[in-house]
């Protein structure tokens, strides 16, 4: 079988197995995101951290105050959060928190409608630097 056609057969296989197991997906990299990575799909920054929802909710807020970002909406509870703000650029961020444990949380970012990860990578170093 000629290379490039093993190639092209491998392609499909992956992309296929992709498309098949969407959900799948978040699973795998959130493994990795466990392991002090993020991931990034769909325009959504993720990241786990080993810290309560509380602890995240309070450096998401230190760090949007650093950034001089303005929250326009938010909704906390002991388990959750969801926060709307805007940038100094006037670009809107989206923030979830999402209690997994009583002593880890999941923070999902997205900034403006299909994402921006060098702006949602600037976001998530300014939080780690408030834990």
């Not at 303005?70 to 928190?97: C, F, M, P």
Request: some cysteine; aromatic content about 6%.
């Amino acid at each position: 079988m000629p290379h490039q056609l093993k190639n092209f057969i491998l392609v499909i296989l992956i992309g296929s197995l992709a498309v098949s197991c969407g959900g799948c997906v978040w699973l795998a990299v959130g493994a990795v995101a466990g392991a002090g990575t993020y991931a990034w799909m769909h325009g959504v920054l993720q990241k786990d951290f080993m810290v309560s929802a509380q602890e995240l909710q309070a450096a998401t807020r230190r760090a949007f105050n650093d950034l001089d970002m303005t929250i326009t909406e938010q909704t906390e509870d002991r388990l959750s959060a969801v926060y709307k703000a805007a940038l100094a650029d006037g670009e809107n961020v989206s923030l979830t928190i999402e209690a997994l444990t009583e002593r880890s949380a999941r923070i999902r970012i997205r900034v403006g409608m299909f994402g921006d990860e060098v702006k949602s990578e600037m976001i998530l170093s300014a939080l780690e630097q408030r834990l």
